[in-house]
């Protein structure tokens, strides 16, 4: 079986970590061949307020058992069409999460189900996070085009289903591989050396662009309570705003937490990620909303900590214990769940244990297998 995978591809940002480790896993399964179809220009500079599409630093990580053709532009119609004529995949699997390409999508797409290639789609966000008309519109005119969806959680499927009205056998949930980005694998006390925090420093850590919907604000005003109750508590905070930050930064002074927060704003390059989550004690994902499965969360499992999150989304899905999960914009429950994880060393020990056993269900070897099941059965319509 011959597979296309059209994504971002390195050294691109986009979801090019999820796509190196699937089409690693699919192309370890017998008899499958993958391909690797990308842009050589993936976003206008204006619609990408997360810096620089590209990771100056990343290497191509790329097995060497896959094939990658970098084709597309996103200002090129005629490399789309191109694209689409070209894919040698029996199967083009797309991975779908961005907006703006929406047009080389459905183009693409298109062209490819002209030449009687099945489209899978993988969909990363259900639902644009920031939504509006337009958003929407192109969203469901590039979804219309798979002739099957592939989903991270039972949520998502829920909201294809009711929302979206698509038949439940359309749609397949596979959950999100785990993800371990490059970099030497330090220890807690380590990895806080050296990132500059105390050896005793209990860690809460917001990894990730800094984006309104995920919850900033609940989180600051939530460690107000956990900084009073953990003496030693310190907040993290590392990503790219894609929105103003001095509001926040505002937000700091106003609690006094001015020398309880560390922040590291702007794109943290991949070699520098593992040292954040080796320090964590604790990973915070607070969203308001989120119709989607966190990348966050699966480098969470892999590095084997604790995680709280909000309910929402798919978030539940990567923690067992009740504990962990608290009500969206919910100060209270958010300090309360932080500070008993920061004061009870066997709650957070038992998180850990939670978090590996958890990243065994999302072993990327099961889920290409899965994956591969889904080819099979579009290509048997």
């Known amino acids: 079986m011959k597979v296309t995978l059209l994504s971002s591809v390195p050294p691109q940002k986009g979801i090019t970590p999820y796509t190196l480790g699937l089409a690693g896993a699919l192309a370890r399964q017998p008899e499958v061949d993958v391909e690797l179809l990308g842009y050589r220009s993936l976003y206008p500079g204006f619609l990408y307020p997360g810096g620089d599409v590209e990771d100056a630093a990343a290497g191509d990580e790329t097995p060497s058992s896959v094939s990658v053709s970098r084709i597309m532009n996103w200002w090129d119609p005629v490399s789309w069409v191109r694209a689409g004529r070209g894919a040698t995949g029996d199967v083009v699997h797309a991975q779908w999460w961005s907006y703006p390409l929406a047009p080389s999508y459905a183009v693409m797409l298109a062209a490819a189900k002209r030449r009687g290639k099945r ?36 949520r998502m499927r829920d909201v294809l289903v009711e929302e979206m009205r698509f ?42 662009h800094i984006r309104k919907y995920k919850g900033i604000r609940t989180l600051l005003d939530a460690f107000r309570t956990v900084a009073d109750e953990a003496p030693s508590a310190h907040l993290v905070i590392a990503g790219q ?141």
């Open 119 to 154: 489209v899978v789609m993988t969909l990363h966000n259900v639902l644009p996070h920031e939504r509006s008309l337009w958003k929407d519109f192109l969203n469901r005119m590039v979804i219309r085009v798979a002739d099957h969806l592939i989903v991270h959680s039972r």
């Open 167 to 208: 038949a439940e056998s359309e749609v397949s949930v596979i959950p999100h591989g785990v993800l371990v980005p490059p970099g030497p694998t330090l220890g807690r006390e380590e990895a806080k050396e050296r990132l500059g925090l105390a050896p005793d420093a209990k860690v809460v850590l917001y990894f990730g």
């Open 241 to 381: 705003p894609w929105v103003d930050w001095a509001p926040y930064e505002a937000r700091i002074a106003v609690l006094k937490l001015t020398d309880r927060v560390t922040t590291k704003l702007g794109f943290v390059a991949s070699a520098d990620v593992g040292a954040y989550f080796a320090a964590a004690d604790v990973i915070a994902l607070p969203y308001s909303h989120f119709e989607a499965q966190s990348g966050i969360g699966a480098m969470a499992l892999a590095y084997e900590r604790a995680v709280v999150v909000s309910d929402v989304g798919g978030l539940p899905d990567v923690v067992s214990d009740p504990r962990a999960i608290v009500p969206p914009r919910d100060v209270g429950s958010l300090g309360r769940a932080l500070t008993a994880i920061l004061t009870d060393e066997p709650l957070r020990e038992k998180l850990e244990q939670d978090a590996r056993e958890l990243s065994k269900e999302f072993e990327w070897g099961p889920i290409a297998e899965r994956t591969v099941a889904v080819y099979r059965s579009v290509l048997e319509v």
